[in-house]
C-alpha cells in the first residue's frame, strides 16, 4: 500500500493535464474544521479536508469520502461553495502541480475528528485563532468568505 501511495503521489507530479479535487469547509460553531497535510505537496501547511476526485465517483461523494478518510467524521448535508485553482510551481516556473478544486461547505455533524489517511493532525481552529495558523495560500480568504455566507 505505501508504494501504491508513492505512485500516486508521484502521478500527480507535473500533470498533463489539472487534477480536479474537492475540499470540505466544516464548521462547528464558530470554528472550522482544519486538517494538516501529512504528505507532499503543502506537508506540514494546515488546509481544509479534501483531495482528488476518483474516477466515477461525484463530486459531493468526493468530498464525503475525503472527508471521513482524513477526520473519520460523517458529512451531513453539504453545499458546493467556490472553485479555485492551485498551481504550484518548480524552480524553473513549471507546473509541477495544478488542481481545480471545489469547496463545499457543511455544519458538523456528531462525533470527535481524529486525523487519518494522509493528514499527519486534525482539530477545530476558532475564527479569531486562523490567521496565524501556518494554512496553504488562499485557505484563510475561502474559510472568511465561507464565514460571512453563513
Not at 501511495?5 to 507530479?13: K, P
Not at 507546473?95 to 456528531?110: K, N
Amino acid at each position: 500500500m505505501y508504494e501504491a501511495s508513492i505512485s500516486q503521489q508521484d502521478a500527480r507530479r507535473y500533470p498533463a493535464r489539472p487534477i480536479l479535487g474537492v475540499g470540505a469547509i466544516v464548521f462547528r460553531d464558530d470554528s472550522v474544521l482544519l486538517v494538516e497535510r501529512g504528505k507532499p505537496p503543502l506537508e506540514g501547511q494546515w488546509s481544509l479536508p479534501g483531495g482528488a476526485v476518483e474516477t466515477g465517483e461525484t463530486l459531493e461523494q468526493a468530498v464525503r469520502r475525503e472527508t471521513l478518510e482524513e477526520t473519520g467524521l460523517t458529512l451531513g448535508p453539504v453545499r458546493q461553495f467556490e472553485v479555485f485553482q492551485r498551481i504550484l510551481r518548480d524552480a524553473e516556473g513549471r507546473a509541477e502541480y495544478h488542481y481545480v478544486l471545489i469547496d463545499f461547505v457543511a455544519e458538523a455533524p456528531a462525533g470527535t475528528a481524529c486525523a487519518a489517511s494522509d493528514a499527519s493532525a486534525c482539530r477545530w481552529v476558532p475564527k479569531h485563532d486562523l490567521p496565524p495558523v501556518r494554512l496553504t495560500e488562499g485557505t484563510l480568504a475561502v474559510i472568511e468568505r465561507a464565514f460571512r455566507s453563513r
